[in-house]
């Protein structure tokens, strides 16, 4: 029965369009970051590329399965977690939120037109004008 059930999670998991990709505009020169600046990033911490270029985060909808993947997968919490950080913020004074597209090809499409901008796309969808962000550790 645990083999069914570690098959089947396997299967869902490597289902096309299930698996997601960071990705920044082509002016942005990172390429690689670690799980606490992605964290800073999107929790609005962290506005400037070390270039000091003002970081555009760009996201969908906390109810889509690539936003519940990203933040599960990449910043290691859970949606309403984030949610709850970016209400904070805004409702605090203290920080901005993050623009949101109802659509991965509105996403794409604004990704791919923003100096600056970070975001998350499914696996292959890039573009020539976007970068694919790797993660390490230190």
């Not at 020169?29 to 555009?56: C, H, K, P, V, Y």
């Not at 519940?68 to 605090?92: E, G, V």
């Amino acid at each position: 029965m645990r083999l069914l059930c570690s098959l089947c999670c396997l299967l869902f998991l490597s289902l096309p369009g299930l698996a997601v990709e960071v990705v920044v505009h082509s002016s942005v020169s990172e390429t690689q970051l670690t799980t606490a600046q992605l964290r800073a990033i999107f929790s609005m911490r962290q506005t400037r590329w070390a270039d000091g270029q003002a970081i555009q985060v760009l996201v969908l909808p906390s109810e889509t399965t690539q936003h519940n993947l990203f933040t599960r997968n990449y910043l290691k919490m859970f949606p309403y977690q984030l949610d709850a950080i970016w209400h904070r913020q805004r409702f605090s004074g203290i920080g901005g939120t993050p623009v949101q597209y109802a659509t991965v090809q509105e996403l794409q499409a604004a990704l791919e037109r923003t100096p600056g901008a970070i975001g998350y796309l499914p696996q292959g969808l890039r573009s020539a004008e976007l970068k694919v962000v790797t993660l390490y550790e230190k």
